[in-house]
């Protein structure tokens, strides 16, 4: 364990970036039921401080402006040296996944986010919804089904208009990206979806390793304490029992677990003594044994039967019964 900003991040390279782009394995989420702007600013600056570089917003999240005004200020205050050593994802929201809507959503983002080019700009779920909306969750009858090589088409553009340097999804299945691939010139870099010892992704893993895609984990703790999550994954007393025999906590190892499955991962944390903690998972592993009884742990799906377990023409299009 180190002090300061030592804790070292291993990064990965994403695989159709413009300039080989890399990427810390560890970001800082900041999805949240309240968006207090100044916690979040706070949070960001003491996630600077030590060692974050990777930040994961969205459209829906309302957390561009606050992100945004944070990354002015650690410039100002040198916590960065330039833009350029940070990494900013943001995504597309469902109601401008249209494709005249996509570029000047992602224009949008930047102007809250006050910057000149993201570094990973996502299509937020596979999912379209009537424009004009920016609700979570989708009521039913606003879904509407995407246009995927029109709406892909626009995300390219908008990574050879230099808006972004990298583009990918979110929440795409193995075969909604086989989907993409068929068409792709620029294939996605990345696709972010659930990932937990509760939910682990071993297909998924699997395909993408295989298509040089990277897997980001995003509600890697179950999303505790949130309206979509659970504590399901914090209580779970098969992990209980690991962080006691490793000395860690539950987040600390399925924090590891994720990394240890070849995942980036975004949790999200607010608090500066928790954001240290979940810095603190690369200098040791987890046993066979370990990973044998996480192996083991029964799997729910959490995220979206929470939030979305009454819209069914939702779960239609996200899932086109694969999972
Ligand atoms: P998460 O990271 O699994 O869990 C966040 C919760 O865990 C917060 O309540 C946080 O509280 C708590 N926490 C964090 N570190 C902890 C620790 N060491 N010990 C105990 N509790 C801890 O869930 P998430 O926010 O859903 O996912 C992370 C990020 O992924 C989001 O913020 C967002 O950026 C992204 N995301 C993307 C999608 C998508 O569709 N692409 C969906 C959901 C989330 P404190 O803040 O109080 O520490």
Known sequence: MAAGNQYHIPKVVLGSSVGQRSMSVLGFGTAADSSDYAVLKTAVLEAIKLGYRHFDTAFLYGSEQALGEAIAEALKLGLVGSRDELFVTSKLWCSDAHPHLVIPALQKSLRNLKLEYLDLYLVHWPVSARPGKWEFPIKEEDVVPMDFKSVWEAMEECQRLGLTKSIGVSNFS?????????FATIP???????MNPMWQQKKLIEFCKAKNIIVTAYSPLGAKGTSWGTNDVMDNQVLKDIALARGKTVAQVCLRWVYEQGATLVPKSYDKERLKQNLDIF?????????HKISQIRQQKIIVS??????????????????
């Not at 193995?174 to 068929?182: A, E, F, G, H, M």
């Not at 200098?283 to 990973?291: A, R, S, V, Y």
């Not at 069914?312 to 694969?322: I, Q, S």
């Open 283 to 291: 200098d040791w592993k987890l046993t066979e044994d370990d990973l």
């Open 306 to 323: 929470v939030s979305h377990g009454s819209n069914p023409k939702f779960l239609e299009e996200l899932w086109d019964g694969e999972l």
């Open 174 to 182: 193995c075969k909604k990206l086989d989907n993409i691939l068929s």
């Open 188 to 194: 996605p870099s990345v696709n972010q979806v659930e």
